[in-house]
């Protein structure tokens, strides 16, 4: 992916079509993304001292991507390229959509139908069918994923080990930060085998 340029609180990219041979390896490009990102956050919450409005409400920031397949111009504008044509003036329209409305999805990544046809999603599970009416195009065909899902599906989980596979282990008390005053401890246990 090459980042055209940032337009506000979104990041505008692009690749051209041979940069995936696989549908696959996109898909797993934007959930490692999402992930990476939420983990990132996770980490800011549970680090944060401070009491700004920002601050308090990091927990509350999320991704959306609008993935599109079709043609466009490149046009050099100083240190970054200006794509143009319908096709770019469709995802920037699709960045206005009903998905959290109608879906209740608040991460998401949205594919309309070309992308879908393109990156060979037909056999891909998980993406929802949905219809944005989008102006001087009209009804457009698009497929979402909940990246929340991807997000919990890579939780870890839990491993319970035979008392005799334990070679040692080993327990603490941590004082951990709170936004709020005041120490709460974690209790952690590690072992291994």
């Known amino acids: 992916m090459r980042i055209s340029k940032l337009e506000g609180d979104a990041v505008f990219s692009y690749a051209f079509e041979n940069a995936f041979t696989d549908g696959r390896t996109f898909l797993d490009l934007i959930e ?6 939420r983990r990132a956050i996770d980490s800011m919450v549970l680090n944060n001292t401070c ?6 409400n990091v927990s509350s920031l999320d991704l959306k991507f609008v993935i599109h397949f079709g043609s466009f111009v490149v046009q050099k504008v100083g240190t970054y390229d200006e794509l143009l044509g ?15 409305e109608q879906l209740g999805m608040l991460a998401y990544c949205l594919y309309t139908e070309p992308a879908y046809q393109r990156l060979g999603f037909e056999a891909v599970t998980g993406l929802v069918p949905h219809d944005e009416d989008v102006a001087d195009f009209g009804v457009v ?3 979402v994923q909940d990246l929340a899902e991807a997000y919990h599906s890579g939780d870890v989980e839990e491993i319970t080990l ?3 596979d334990v070679w040692f282990s080993v327990e603490a008390d941590l004082p951990m930060p709170r936004p709020s005053s005041g120490i709460t401890w ?8």
């Open 186 to 193: 974690l209790r952690r246990c590690i072992g291994t085998s």
């Open 51 to 56: 009491q700004c409005n920002a601050c308090a």
């Open 86 to 100: 319908p096709d770019v003036n469709l995802v920037h329209r699709l960045l206005k959509n009903t998905v959290v």
């Open 162 to 164: 035979d008392p005799s």
């Open 32 to 37: 490692s993304t999402y992930v990476a990102f």
């Open 141 to 143: 065909r698009t497929h």
